[in-house]
């Protein structure tokens, strides 16, 4: 019974195995896994089954290109090249450092509760200005913005927000209009200051009682929000203070190490520094 639940085991692990090493293709006997692919794709946070079919096959075609080449590269005794073996004893330095310092970095983690105390000691960081969320109608002459506030101007509340997105689609040249003329929320000196100076006098839920002009014509503004000055709450920022903190840590646990190396190594230079020129 025992052999048997082993044999079973054994045989789990070979076709789970197998699985996660799906060969793609193989080139004079040298197989091109998903694994490698994946591996190689890790980088830009893709995997080889997320990429549309041509992409897949083109990405393929490159990597057994890659494997021809190798193959002619090792065949023309490229390995005894002193120029690459030279290239590869560097790229085992730089490898062995990125390796290491990525194993650093997975180790270093800091808590929501190390994030928090940075927070509140810190809360003039995080502050936010004032903000409003506009909407807006671009049109070319002042004569046809005030006909436009004047047909507005029948409408309150919702109704008014209605209009406003209606008459933005059907009449506004600018970009926004396609959207009902949302510019979302946005801060002092974000937009041109004739508009930015009306849209911040404005209250919520009105439209400018007069156009608007900037260098891009003129603007019927419709103010759908309001925010003060603040400061952003610990869980809006809260992945930006641990991306910092864990940054710094792992910053400081290689200079740490880098110290500590100094003292214990043998070093010699054959480089004199002039004191006095680096002083100046």
């Not at 690459?84 to 310092?101: C, P, S, T």
């Not at 979302?184 to 404005?202: I, L, N, Q």
């Not at 400081?252 to 190594?265: L, R």
């Given at each position: 019974?025992k052999l048997l ?114 927070y509140q000691s ?159």
């Amino acid at each position: 019974m025992k052999l048997l639940k082993g044999v079973v085991l054994s045989s789990m692990l070979t076709i789970s195995s197998l699985i996660s090493a799906e060969v793609l293709a193989t080139v004079n006997g040298k197989a091109i896994s998903k694994e490698d692919v994946n591996t190689i794709l890790k980088a830009q946070r893709l995997t080889f089954d997320k990429l549309p079919k041509e992409q897949q096959k083109r990405l393929l075609d490159k990597l057994i290109e890659r494997e021809l080449l190798v193959d002619v590269a090792k065949k023309a005794g490229i390995e005894k090249d002193p120029e690459y073996v030279k290239a590869l004893n560097n790229y085992k330095k730089d490898l062995a450092i990125k390796v290491w310092m990525d194993k650093i970095y997975k180790r270093t983690l800091i808590s929501d509760s190390e994030a928090n105390k940075y927070y509140q000691s810190h809360k003039k960081e995080f502050s936010k200005p004032a903000r409003v969320h506009a909407r807006h109608i671009l049109v070319k002459t002042k004569e046809e913005a005030q006909k436009i506030i004047d047909e507005l101007s029948k409408y309150k509340g919702e109704e008014l927000k209605k209009k406003f997105i209606e008459l933005a689609k059907t009449k506004s040249v600018g970009p926004s209009g396609k959207n009902g003329g949302d510019l979302g929320y946005f801060g002092k000196g974000a937009m041109v200051k004739p508009f930015s100076d009306a849209a911040f006098s404005m209250k919520v839920g009105e439209i400018s009682k007069e156009p608007v002009k900037t260098q891009f014509g003129y603007h019927i503004i419709y103010l759908e929000d309001k925010k003060p000055e603040g400061v952003a709450s610990f869980e809006e920022v809260k992945d930006r203070i641990i991306n910092k903190m864990r940054q710094e840590q792992f910053s400081q646990t290689i200079k740490n190490t880098i110290e500590k190396e100094k003292k214990s190594a043998k070093i010699t230079t054959n480089i004199k520094v002039d004191d006095k020129n680096n002083s100046k």
